[in-house]
């Protein structure tokens, strides 16, 4: 008989308001065991409101939270946040200043000595911390001290780790290198996580799925490839990429741009769409005496357009046109330097199979 696991975190119409204002708004999601999702979102969405219920130091108007299986919250039943064998991380994770680092991350075991020592050691090792057993946290970098708070967190093994924004206390250039050994270690403990962040970027590397929110709802859920590369509507898009915007009115199931006819079906005769572009998605070409590049199935007719201007971004440059067709402004991005002087022609192609076509969204 095949039986399949219960998620290790079901959450299901979870609200939550202060005063007047709902700022968790019917949110539901689950993480299975081993799985890593990120609670990615603006600030101020809700994000740490609804790790804080899950956790158990607020309190949820309505809704259900269950772990393994077995309710551990509704509006009558509430195991204390000890009784529920979560682990927390956030971002001032204060480790014990007066106590050693081996000290620091056998603070939440039971057992035997020998066995708490044990996996003590077992959890340095993971975090490349052997041999700092000895050291008060006030020895150790910022990036080592997030190591133990890890070590401190993962030692009692609990059944699901809620990490809020754990990273974004730390120097730029050490977060890459430990967001990788965090995702390891959590990897190899086999945790259930909920991670919440504001920054895309960490979502996408850390994530088996990403759960996107915006004003106290989930408005995406899926693998970062899929919230991605389609997104639920244009804000989704926008949060991941600076994004290019064209508007047009769709007829009969075609919409004209600047390059060329659209097909928009879905969208009501007349009705005005959005036809989102990230800038890496524009392909740049140079202008020969007046002439572009032949029109291509993938990139469509070309566009005329004149150089606004033109940025280095260290891995990009970034380039603004003026579109000759009816005055609208959008950024191509290629990859090291191209920086065409303002006022220069060049032609514009964009790849069709990476716009998305939204119904039009009201202008602020
Ligand atoms: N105890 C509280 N009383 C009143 N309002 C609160 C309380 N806690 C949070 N809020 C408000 O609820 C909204 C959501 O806060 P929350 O901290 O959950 O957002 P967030 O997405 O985690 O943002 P950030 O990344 O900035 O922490 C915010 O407007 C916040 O001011």
């Known amino acids: 008989m095949v039986t399949s696991l219960p998620p290790r975190l079901e959450i299901r119409d979870i609200v939550k308001s202060f005063g007047a204002r709902r700022v968790v708004d019917d949110v539901s999601l689950s993480v299975m065991p081993g799985q890593v999702t990120c609670l990615l979102g603006p600030s101020g969405c809700g994000k740490s409101t609804t790790l804080r219920i899950i956790a158990g130091v607020e309190m949820q108007d309505s809704g259900t939270i269950h772990l393994d299986g077995r309710l551990v919250c509704d509006t009558v039943t509430r195991v204390p946040p000890e009784g529920r064998g979560i682990g927390l991380m956030f971002q001032d994770f204060a480790l014990f200043p007066h106590l050693t680092v081996a000290r620091n991350v056998a ?49 009692p093994r609990p059944r699901l780790m809620l990490m809020d924004e754990p990273f974004s206390g730390l120097d730029n250039r050490l977060r890459d290198g430990i967001r990788d050994t965090t995702l390891a270690v959590l990897k190899e403990e086999g945790a259930a996580v909920l991670l919440v962040t504001h920054e895309p970027d960490e979502a996408m590397r850390m994530a088996d799925e990403i759960a996107l929110m915006r004003d106290g709802r989930i408005v995406q ?21 600076d994004v290019n915007v064209i508007r047009g009115v769709s007829r009969g199931a075609l919409t004209l741009t600047p390059f060329g006819e659209f097909l928009t079906p879905g969208h009501a005769d007349g009705g005005e769409v959005e036809i989102v572009i990230r800038p890496q998605h524009l392909k740049i070409d140079f202008d020969r005496a007046g002439r572009g590049p032949h029109p291509t199935p993938m990139d469509g007719t070309p566009a005329r357009g004149t150089v606004q201007r033109a940025r280095f971004m260290g891995r990009e440059s970034l380039v603004e046109f003026v579109m000759d067709y009816d005055g609208s402004t959008l950024t191509a991005a290629v990859p090291g330097v191209f920086l065409p002087k303002p006022g220069t022609a060049l032609w514009l192609m964009i790849r069709r199979d990476r716009c998305f076509v939204f119904p039009a969204h009201r202008r602020a």
């Open 107 to 155: 603070f939440g075991l039971t057992g035997d000595r020998a066995a708490r020592a044990r996996r003590v050691d077992e959890l340095l090792e993971k975090v490349n911390l052997s041999g700092y057993g000895d050291k008060h946290p006030h020895q150790l970098s910022g990036g080592e001290q997030q190591r133990v708070a890890l070590a401190r967190a993962l030692a």
């Open 221 to 241: 859920q899926g693998s970062p490839y899929n919230v991605y590369t389609r997104p639920a509507d244009r804000a989704a898009a926008a949060f991941f990429s």
